[in-house]
Protein backbone atom coordinates (compact mmCIF):
# COMPACT_ATOMS: atom_id res chain seq x y z
CA UNK A 1 0.00 0.00 0.00
CA UNK A 2 1.75 3.54 -1.31
CA UNK A 3 0.74 6.52 0.68
CA UNK A 4 0.56 9.91 -0.38
CA UNK A 5 3.38 11.93 1.52
CA UNK A 6 2.03 15.35 0.43
CA UNK A 7 -0.57 15.23 3.83
CA UNK A 8 2.63 14.76 5.86
CA UNK A 9 4.77 17.16 4.36
CA UNK A 10 1.50 20.12 4.71
CA UNK A 11 1.48 18.66 8.66
CA UNK A 12 5.06 18.90 9.13
CA UNK A 13 5.38 22.26 6.91
CA UNK A 14 2.78 24.05 9.00
CA UNK A 15 4.10 22.78 12.20
CA UNK A 16 6.95 24.28 11.97
CA UNK A 17 5.88 27.77 10.72
CA UNK A 18 3.14 27.60 13.51
CA UNK A 19 6.66 26.95 15.76
CA UNK A 20 8.71 29.35 14.21
CA UNK A 21 6.42 32.53 14.65
CA UNK A 22 6.00 31.45 18.39
CA UNK A 23 9.60 31.37 18.63
CA UNK A 24 10.13 34.69 17.53
CA UNK A 25 7.05 36.42 19.63
CA UNK A 26 8.33 38.78 21.87
CA UNK A 27 6.47 38.35 25.60
CA UNK A 28 5.58 40.58 27.78
CA UNK A 29 8.25 41.45 30.35
CA UNK A 30 7.11 39.71 33.75
CA UNK A 31 8.59 41.96 36.72
CA UNK A 32 6.79 38.90 39.45
CA UNK A 33 9.36 36.90 41.05
CA UNK A 34 9.48 35.48 44.26
CA UNK A 35 12.93 35.68 46.34
CA UNK A 36 12.85 34.71 49.93
CA UNK A 37 13.80 37.47 52.24
CA UNK A 38 15.13 35.49 55.10
CA UNK A 39 17.01 32.43 55.72
CA UNK A 40 13.89 30.64 57.23
CA UNK A 41 11.93 31.30 54.30
CA UNK A 42 14.45 29.84 52.32
CA UNK A 43 14.78 27.30 54.12
CA UNK A 44 10.94 26.37 54.68
CA UNK A 45 10.68 27.25 50.56
CA UNK A 46 13.37 24.36 49.81
CA UNK A 47 11.62 21.75 52.31
CA UNK A 48 8.15 22.48 50.59
CA UNK A 49 9.59 21.75 46.94
CA UNK A 50 11.72 19.17 47.71
CA UNK A 51 8.82 17.33 49.31
CA UNK A 52 6.57 18.14 46.55
CA UNK A 53 9.42 17.68 44.07
CA UNK A 54 10.29 14.06 45.80
CA UNK A 55 5.65 13.02 45.77
CA UNK A 56 5.87 14.35 42.22
CA UNK A 57 8.86 11.92 40.79
CA UNK A 58 7.29 8.82 43.33
CA UNK A 59 3.39 9.40 41.31
CA UNK A 60 5.47 9.71 38.25
CA UNK A 61 7.17 6.51 38.72
CA UNK A 62 4.38 4.34 40.14
CA UNK A 63 2.17 5.85 37.11
CA UNK A 64 4.69 4.39 34.78
CA UNK A 65 4.72 1.48 36.21
CA UNK A 66 1.06 0.73 36.13
CA UNK A 67 0.86 1.63 32.02
CA UNK A 68 3.72 -1.00 31.32
CA UNK A 69 2.78 -4.77 31.28
CA UNK A 70 4.81 -5.97 33.93
CA UNK A 71 6.00 -4.28 37.09
CA UNK A 72 9.23 -2.61 37.71
CA UNK A 73 8.97 -3.10 41.77
CA UNK A 74 8.24 -6.79 40.93
CA UNK A 75 10.93 -7.71 38.68
CA UNK A 76 13.80 -5.62 40.84
CA UNK A 77 12.95 -6.64 44.06
CA UNK A 78 11.64 -10.38 43.98
CA UNK A 79 13.68 -10.80 40.78
CA UNK A 80 16.58 -9.15 41.56
CA UNK A 81 16.42 -7.70 37.42
CA UNK A 82 19.74 -5.60 37.43
CA UNK A 83 18.30 -4.10 33.77
CA UNK A 84 14.97 -3.30 35.37
CA UNK A 85 16.34 -1.33 38.06
CA UNK A 86 18.69 0.44 35.70
CA UNK A 87 15.66 1.30 33.48
CA UNK A 88 13.87 2.22 36.55
CA UNK A 89 16.51 4.89 37.34
CA UNK A 90 16.71 6.71 34.24
CA UNK A 91 12.95 6.91 34.33
CA UNK A 92 13.23 8.26 37.79
CA UNK A 93 15.88 10.21 36.42
CA UNK A 94 13.78 12.24 33.51
CA UNK A 95 11.04 12.55 35.86
CA UNK A 96 13.03 14.28 38.14
CA UNK A 97 14.34 16.01 35.09
CA UNK A 98 10.79 17.29 33.82
CA UNK A 99 9.69 18.26 37.53
CA UNK A 100 12.69 20.38 37.73
CA UNK A 101 12.63 22.45 34.60
CA UNK A 102 8.42 22.85 35.85
CA UNK A 103 9.06 24.17 39.07
CA UNK A 104 12.13 26.27 38.21
CA UNK A 105 9.53 27.96 35.54
Known sequence: MKMNPLPL???FSSLLFFTSISAWAVPEEVTVRWHPLSFGSALGAT???GLVGIALAI???KIFDALIRFSLEKEICEN???AAAILSGSIVLGICLIIAAA???
Open 80 to 82: KNI
Open 47 to 49: LVF
Open 59 to 61: LGF
Open 103 to 105: VMG
Open 9 to 11: RIG
